[in-house]
């Protein structure tokens, strides 16, 4: 791997897309996705306390869907994280 850091614009590009995706999370559409992923967390959750046992499709299944829906906030977060470590380079750079 090298130490060498990204250029500039990809720092920029890394940096706006964290804050779009800042924005996207505060907005309508990314409450409401972020709160359809949450629920469907908890049901798949639910179910799958109840779920036979001997099924392990369905286990699998319900398994699945709690890491996907779990995965998502995830996602959004490291895409933030990753917007602010860019950021941080990125004032690095200009101070070297």
């Given at each position: 791997?090298?130490?060498?850091?990204?250029?500039?614009?990809?720092?920029?590009?890394?940096?706006g897309?964290?804050?779009?995706?800042?924005?996207?999370?505060?907005?309508?559409?990314?409450?409401?996705?972020?709160?359809?992923?949450?629920?469907?967390?908890?049901?798949?959750f639910?179910?799958?306390?109840?779920?036979?046992?001997?099924?392990?499709?369905?286990?699998?299944?319900?398994?699945?869907?709690?890491?996907?829906?779990?995965?998502?906030?995830?996602?959004?977060?490291?895409?933030?994280?990753?917007?602010?470590?860019?950021?941080?380079?990125?004032?690095?750079?200009?101070?070297?």
């Open positions: 791997m090298s130490d060498e850091m990204p250029d500039d614009s990809v720092l920029l590009r890394t940096i897309l964290g804050l779009d995706i800042k924005v996207f999370k505060k907005s309508p559409v990314g409450k409401f996705l972020l709160d359809r992923a949450e629920m469907e967390a908890v049901q798949s639910d179910a799958l306390k109840i779920a036979d046992p001997e099924d392990p499709r369905l286990i699998r299944e319900l398994q699945n869907k709690i890491k996907v829906a779990e995965s998502f906030e995830l996602w959004l977060e490291e895409g933030i994280e990753s917007g602010k470590n860019a950021e941080d380079q990125y004032e690095a750079s200009r101070l070297d």
